[in-house]
């Protein structure tokens, strides 16, 4: 009895504590707007959302406020009357009661915190760089104006240096003093990487090329020395969003093996996060879409497999892994640089019967096509003058050409019309090969270039590509030509 009594005392002392730190609750109030509505949103990678709606009384006053607690990060409180001007705060894991008082003159310069020494911070970090801004700025138009070589010139630039200097240190002891701390955190994001000096080695020929590498390398392996990608607060900034789409498709050269190799080693490093790891996740899945490289389904491909058919991707229902599945066993037998699927025992014009594995010239164009589809009706005949012109250019080329549909008289009386007989028509009536599986055809025309040794160097091609991608690995410039319509439906 005596031992309950005293857990009864330490729920009752402990209960007031506790309840302080469940919820948020932010007071503001800004002169310059009354009887209003005011949002509270927040960023999410590269988007921003609304999470709550007030309205603001006579004063401009009111309270943001719930019974779950906001996910750190910086938010907005955002008023749709003033053409959805807004200013930005901080929302951290444990200061999400406080209040903000300014005006709309200036949300900054005006701003007034209680209870939110990062906020006071935050606001303190703008108000200084702004003051910076109307010193350095006036330098730098003055700059622009001076002729190359005058002395006003360097002095400028030596204020400029001095400023820049100074403005590392501050940054650098902000973050220092904020260590933990949200505020810490975005003001570490904001710091490039500097690259040192590198030494080459003396046995190296071409010095400058070399050392252009050393930097290249050193930049992209530290790129993210002060984003923490453990650290699922930044999701909700401008900055982890903007660094990571930088640094994919900008930095990474832009190949599917590198591509796999750095999107991975980052998902990898924000393993253990919620949010980071999941928006890693999905950025890479869609990598092929934002790229629209050709053999960036490789990365798809990959992706899916590694973290989306293995569970990892918790966040997907089993509809969407279904869909990926299925995508994936499409995608994956005729991915660039894997040897073509077979194609055997197609019937020609002539009702004899080829084999993709009989053609032994350098470069194969395999077109599938139908001829009731409108595309094909005009694709297919420019396709076979860029395949004569090819010929007739010395190029060791061939064309498989394959109907898609198993009725024989329209496919005879297309080639007829066109007279499209220096080439090989061929079609797969009874679908012994699984074309529209392992070729992924949903869509025709659908051209595919392979080399001598029945590799994919391109897939879903344009006519004009095919001849572009074979003059270019010959060495050679492909002549201009005006664009024909080749888009597949």
């Known amino acids: 009895m005596k031992k309950y009594f005293i857990y009864l005392i330490a729920i009752l002392i402990l209960a007031p504590i506790l309840s302080m730190g469940q919820g948020y609750k932010i007071k503001i109030k800004v002169k310059g707007v009354s009887d209003t509505t005011a949002y509270l949103g927040n960023y999410y990678a590269d988007?921003?959302?609304?999470?709550?709606?007030?309205?603001?009384?006579?004063?401009?006053?009111?309270?943001?406020?719930?019974?779950?607690?906001?996910?750190?990060?910086?938010?907005?409180?955002?008023?749709?009357?003033?053409?959805?001007?807004?200013?930005?705060?901080?929302?951290?894991?444990?200061?999400?009661?406080?209040?903000?008082?300014?005006?709309?003159?200036?949300?900054?310069?005006?701003?007034?915190?209680?209870?939110?020494?990062?906020?006071?911070?935050?606001?303190?970090?703008?108000?200084h760089?702004?003051?910076?801004?109307?010193?350095?700025?006036?330098?730098?138009?003055?700059?622009?104006?001076?002729?190359?070589?005058?002395?006003?010139?360097?002095?400028?630039?030596?204020?400029?240096?001095?400023?820049e200097t100074e403005l590392k240190a501050y940054w650098a002891d902000l973050v220092k003093q904020w260590d933990g701390k949200l505020f810490g955190?975005?003001?570490?994001?904001?710091?490039?990487?500097?690259?040192?000096?590198?030494?080459?080695?003396?046995?190296?020929?071409?010095?400058?090329?070399?050392?252009?590498?050393?930097?290249?390398?050193?930049?992209?392996?530290?790129?993210?020395?002060?984003?923490n990608l453990k650290d699922d607060r930044m999701i909700r900034t401008p900055f982890l969003a903007s660094r990571i789409d930088q640094f994919m498709t900008k930095v990474v050269v832009q190949h599917p093996d590198s591509v796999i190799k750095e999107g991975v080693k980052l998902i990898e490093t924000a393993r253990g996060t919620e949010e980071n790891f999941s928006y890693l996740v999905r950025y890479m899945f869609g990598y092929k879409d934002k790229s629209k490289l050709m053999g960036m389904d490789k990365v798809f491909v990959e992706i899916s497999e590694r973290y989306y058919l293995t569970g990892q991707a918790t966040w997907a229902d089993s509809a969407?892994?279904?869909?990926?599945?299925?995508?994936?066993?499409?995608?994956?037998?005729?991915?660039?640089?894997?040897?073509?699927?077979?194609?055997?025992?197609?019937?020609?014009?002539?009702?004899?019967?080829?084999?993709?594995s009989d053609l032994k010239n350098k470069y194969i164009i395999v077109a599938f096509w139908e001829p009731n589809c409108g595309h094909c009706k005009k694709t297919i005949p420019a396709l076979y003058h860029t395949y004569k012109d090819l010929k007739q250019n010395g190029f060791d080329v061939q064309t498989l050409s394959i109907c898609t549909q198993p009725e024989r008289e329209p496919w005879e009386k297309f080639i007829e019309e066109k007279e499209l007989f220096d080439w090989i028509n061929a079609y797969d009536k009874y679908n012994f090969n699984n074309f529209r599986l392992n070729y992924d055809i949903y869509s025709t025309p659908t051209l595919y270039l392979l080399d001598k040794d029945k590799k994919i160097i391109g897939k879903r091609l344009a006519v004009e590509q095919i001849e572009q991608i074979i003059y270019s690995l010959e060495g050679k410039k492909a002549p201009t030509r005006p664009k024909s319509e080749t888009d597949s439906h």
């Open 47 to 127: 988007k921003k959302y609304a999470i709550d709606t007030i309205r603001l009384d006579k004063t401009g006053s009111g309270t943001f406020e719930g019974t779950e607690p906001l996910k750190g990060g910086i938010y907005m409180v955002l008023f749709p009357s003033m053409n959805l001007n807004y200013f930005e705060l901080l929302v951290d894991n444990n200061e999400q009661n406080f209040s903000l008082e300014t005006d709309t003159l200036d949300f900054t310069k005006y701003m007034k915190v209680k209870g939110s020494p990062q906020n006071t911070a935050f606001f303190e970090f703008h108000q």
């Open 185 to 227: 955190a975005i003001i570490n994001a904001m710091i490039d990487v500097e690259i040192p000096e590198m030494t080459v080695p003396e046995n190296i020929a071409n010095k400058d090329s070399a050392q252009q590498m050393m930097k290249y390398i050193y930049h992209k392996d530290h790129y993210f020395d002060h984003i």
């Open 320 to 356: 969407f892994i279904e869909k990926v599945r299925d995508r994936v066993a499409k995608e994956k037998p005729n991915l660039i640089g894997n040897t073509a699927p077979r194609l055997d025992k197609l019937e020609t014009l002539e009702k004899q019967f080829v084999s993709l």
């Open 129 to 163: 760089m702004s003051q910076l801004n109307q010193v350095n700025i006036p330098i730098q138009k003055r700059m622009q104006a001076l002729p190359t070589g005058s002395d006003s010139l360097e002095i400028y630039k030596d204020m400029l240096s001095k400023s």
